[in-house]
């Protein structure tokens, strides 16, 4: 190989080096937890004053949207627990769940038409309109898992701190308070959920029955635990500090076995993208040079024959 083609070489793996590496640079600093907390800590007026007058020119419309909403208590309630699960308390998400429900499946089921007739393509008009019927659920249940994992991955967090205040002499109310303040931009889901379980409180409502509104709106089993732990704890008369340094270090340790778990996962993941994807081109560069010689030398011994 002469100079020149290995310069060419090495100037081309330099270059794509270099994109790469300035890519992920880009990528992981737009995802590191100290931007992401300044991004969420950072509020100007203008964005007040813009969300505030878009409420207000949209608020005629979602009241004529208001018609796609379920008419039957039960069906309303269900979801409103549903959307709610997913961070989702206000009546505009829920609109848009239920138009999107019944737009996507129309338009999507339309698609096909522009590029083929009606008999030659009704059935992936079928396959359409029913992928977009269940994208709004499919969206909806990403979310949840997503709020879930965050309420869950926090609990451990939130339960030490809680130690911390109940210790250093503030009641039950004033501790959660508290840490909902502190966890408003490491774990904003469960720190809002916090904060609605301080305001059904303040609200008159029992302090049981509130930890088992935080329970039933989460849907996480540390959580349902938790609530479980502190039901009996109130029944029983035991120490609450006691109760929630052994229910953290139960839940901290689920966490680390969660991660564990994850990581053992890692490698039969990466079978498909290594069978599939690194091995036909690690073939081809090996083997490749060698199977084009052998088919010269048989291919000329065939024609000097």
């Known amino acids: 190989m002469n100079p020149q083609m290995i310069f060419a070489v090495v100037a081309v793996f330099a270059s794509v080096a270099f994109v790469a590496g300035a890519v992920m640079q880009l990528t992981l600093s737009r995802r590191a937890p100290s931007r992401r907390r300044l991004e969420q800590a950072k509020v100007t007026p203008s964005v007040l004053v813009s969300q505030t007058s878009l409420t207000a020119e949209d608020s005629a419309a979602v009241k004529r949207l208001q018609t796609f909403l379920p008419k039957s208590p039960k069906d309303m309630s269900r979801l409103r627990r549903r959307m ?65 994992k965050v309420i869950q991955n926090g609990l451990p967090d939130a339960l030490d701190l809680l130690i911390v205040c109940l210790e250093a002499g503030s009641s039950l109310d004033q501790g959660i308070v508290k840490v ?12 809002e ?54 229910h953290a270090e139960v839940s901290r340790t689920k966490r680390r076995q969660r991660a564990e778990e994850r990581a053992a996962k890692i490698g039969v993941k990466l079978v498909f993208p290594l069978v599939f994807l690194l091995f036909p081109a690690f073939f081809t560069v090996t083997l490749g040079p060698a199977i084009v010689k052998f088919v010269r030398v048989f291919f000329g011994q065939v024609v000097a024959q």
């Open 193 to 246: 959920e916090l904060q609605m379980l301080i305001t059904e409180t303040r609200a008159g409502k029992p302090r049981l029955e509130a930890f088992k509104n935080f329970s039933a709106r989460t849907g996480v089993d540390d959580v349902r635990a938790l609530v479980s732990m502190l039901v009996q704890t109130d029944r029983f008369g035991t120490s609450v500090s006691q109760a929630l340094r052994t």
């Open 84 to 148: 709610g699960r997913a961070g989702y308390y206000t009546t505009t998400p829920m609109l848009v769940f239920q138009v999107s429900r019944l737009a996507l499946p129309i338009i999507l089921g339309l698609l096909p038409l522009l590029v083929a007739p009606l008999g030659r393509s009704w059935f992936v008009m079928a396959v359409m309109a029913l992928l977009g019927f269940q994208l709004p659920g499919f969206y909806v249940s990403r979310k949840t898992k997503a709020r879930q």
């Open 180 to 191: 909902s303040d502190e966890l408003a931009l490491a774990y904003p889901a469960l720190a």
